[in-house]
């Protein structure tokens, strides 16, 4: 008995409540190369439904009825932290219950093999310094290139939060220290 699929790609065109995604739809139809004006309009858009549609039309045609998952590892060096930020529930000071600090070999041992991308994140730590975090988290993500091989994907890191927190720290408020991509 010999079985059929259905088309990987919808034959359908989907329904959009934002009229202003139909130009970028006929884009993705004609298979060219969308545009930063394009992109913004599809982070303005409120209709997620017409987006996901899109989106789905677009793999679907590359890749059909397969489906792809990241594995993602969330890292935290420390949680102990010198800002008092009103929207962290992450934070610890040192020496409070529940602080916690991992060395590099901590930090390193958490990127297992097949990782494809790392989010490296922590709090301020009052004995590390800027230029220390900076070092070993650069040495996590050479591990990370390592393990997850030439497809790894590391996400730039923000070494200190945007505002006049970041004085504590010792560095200018708005000046970011990002280890690229």
Not at 36 to 46: A, I, K, N, V
Not at 158 to 175: E, I, K, R
């Amino acid at each position: 008995m010999e079985v059929t699929m259905a088309p990987a790609v919808s034959s359908s065109p989907p329904r959009f409540r934002d009229p202003a995604l139909l130009a970028v739809w006929d884009k993705v139809q004609a298979g060219e190369r969308l545009s930063r004006e394009d992109g913004l309009t599809l982070f303005q858009t409120s209709d997620l439904h017409g987006l996901g549609r899109m989106a789905d039309f677009a793999k679907s045609r590359r890749h059909g009825d397969q489906v792809f998952f990241v594995l993602n590892r969330y890292i935290n060096p420390t949680n102990v932290c010198v800002l008092s930020c009103s929207f962290c529930d992450f934070a610890r000071k040192k020496g409070e219950e529940g602080a916690f600090e991992n060395t590099i070999e901590d930090v390193l041992n958490m990127i297992k093999p097949g990782t494809r991308e790392a989010h490296i994140v922590g709090g301020h730590h009052p004995d590390w310094g800027t230029s220390n975090r900076i070092v070993p988290l650069g040495q996590a993500y050479l591990e990370l290139a390592r393990l997850g091989g030439p497809h790894a994907y590391r996400q730039r890191i923000l070494v200190v939060t945007l505002g006049s927190d970041s004085a504590n720290v010792g560095v200018p408020p708005g000046h970011r220290q990002e280890v690229p991509r």
